[in-house]
């Protein structure tokens, strides 16, 4: 975390300072919206309340996880034109993944920990993300396309809050959900198109990672000390459509 905190002071210092050495300063205020994102993988950690099969440890291995959003990832920028081929910004992003289910195999002696779904207990909760990225773009001039339509691509790096709601644990459980910061990137590839010299709007395709999300160590009303259950996104591809105000 003191990183991602040390990076985001380096970038917020460009961002303030490109304006004394940039040919065309000029900042921009930008909106975009993104097809959503769908996929979540468990990770490969064991979860759940020891007991199943060995008493001192969780055996519990999840598979099957489905998500059911259907909104649009968001963003809000603030950034700088630096150049006419070098542009940075500051992102907030927020991310719905929807009522995620799943399914944990607590295993058996002969062959824990392989997940089969015939004897996986059904989960549910939701998950979702807030993260801020500071982000680069270059912008490719001499395409060969008309004046006004110009491709780029981008890198962003920053922290994101991902959180792991409250979860049904088969209809005779919970598991407490928890909030925790994860390192999250993006790359972009896109289309600007100038309408004018204020305002650009952009059609781009994304790639982004939003780390791992955790639920809490514990579960039911006594609290009992379980071994969080844990997903990850990897690279989740999008489409995204923006408008930029330059200013």
């Known amino acids: 975390m003191r990183n991602i905190i040390s990076l985001l002071i380096i970038a917020l210092n460009v961002l303030t300072s490109a304006a004394f050495a940039g040919e065309v300063s000029q900042y921009y205020l930008a909106g975009a919206l993104s097809s959503p994102l769908t996929k979540l993988k468990p990770t490969n950690d064991t979860v759940g309340a020891p007991g199943y099969v060995s008493s001192c440890c969780s055996t519990g291995k999840m598979g099957e996880v489905n998500t059911a959003s259907d909104l649009p990832t968001w963003d809000l920028k603030l ?16 991310t719905q993944f929807g009522t995620t289910t799943w399914g ?24 979702s993300s807030k993260t801020i990225l500071i982000s680069s773009y270059y ?43 994860s390192f999250a990137y993006k790359f972009d590839f896109g289309l600007d198109y100038a ?23 514990s579960r039911g ?27």
């Open 79 to 94: 950034g700088y034109i630096h150049t006419k081929e070098l542009r940075f910004d500051i992102s907030y992003i927020q």
């Open 104 to 127: 944990t195999d607590f295993g058996s002696s002969g062959n824990w920990p392989i997940y089969r779904s015939a004897n996986a207990t059904k989960f549910s909760g939701g998950i």
């Open 139 to 181: 912008s490719f001039l001499n395409s060969g396309l008309p004046h006004n339509l110009t491709p780029f691509i981008g890198v962003g790096v920053g922290p994101s809050w991902n959180k792991f709601n409250d979860a049904d644990e088969g209809g005779y459980n919970r598991l407490w959900g928890q909030t925790k910061i």
């Open 195 to 217: 309408y004018d010299k204020n305002i650009t709007f952009d059609l781009g395709a994304r790639l982004i990672n939003l780390g791992s999300y955790s639920s809490a160590n």
């Open 221 to 247: 009303t006594n609290h009992e000390v379980i071994s969080p259950y844990k997903l990850r996104t990897g690279l989740l591809p999008s489409i995204t459509m923006g408008i930029r105000y330059s200013y």
